[in-house]
């Protein structure tokens, strides 16, 4: 019931919506900060097409199977080794470490609006190629021209204005530079997302739906996902963590199974 009233709530305005999303992702940032297995919040892709990778991993990476699919999907869309990349609403900075570490860009850097978030990255995450810093999707503090490719994953749900997260992405990516995205939306939504795209200076190169994959890697790591927050969180908040979590049986998947939500990259 909370988390059906909050997803409402952040229906209402942009401004509601962006302040509601901080708020609860600060929150979790705050709450977590001492989870450092918990390092990815992103529902996760199954290779299911002939095209589709499964990227060889070290041991102790292979239980964010799903979630590091994710990042390979969406990485796949251009050249990324020795480039600067940035990622725009990088979480707990699994990801970004994920990037930096296997794909080997020159500079990757992950910015987060969630002060907690940011100083989680830079506790847990290290390599030479790799930084962390506070920043907003809306205003990112970058000169233009300074990243060969922007990484964006399951973040823009969040944001107040996505023509201003778009501009923003324009100014900073350098002539020929590329914004790989991955995010779901209700299917009346998908086409607020399309024109924001058509509006903005940015030219489309690739657009997939990828609602079965991620429908699949939700009933594949569902087990994992419901046992891995178990007794952390207080009885009462189980359900409504589950639902955000996507554990089979909440919202999540029956809305993408019925496609009332989408995913797309
Ligand atoms: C669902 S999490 C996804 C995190 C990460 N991309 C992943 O897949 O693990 C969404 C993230 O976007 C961040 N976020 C929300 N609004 C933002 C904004 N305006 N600027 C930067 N980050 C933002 C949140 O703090 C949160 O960490």
Redesign the pocket.
Known sequence: MFAETFLWMTRQSPRLR?SL??GL??LL?GKFRDVTWWQ???YGFAPLDAGDQAPALQAADEPDRY?IN?YHHVASGAPIAERDVL??????G??SSYIARYLKPARMVG????HN?IAFCRKVHRAANLDYRH????ALPFADASFDAVVN???SF??GSLDGFFAEVARVLRPGGYLLLADLRLAGEVADLDAALARSSLNLVNRRDITQNVVEALARDSERRSKATGDRIPRPFRRMFNVFLGVEGTRMPVHLRSREMIYLS
């Open positions: 962006r999303w901080r992702f600060g940032a990815y919040m992103n979630a994710l990622e725009v609403g990088c979480g707990r699994g990801g910015v987060d609006i969630s978030a920043g907003d999707a809306e994953v399951e973040s969040c944001y």
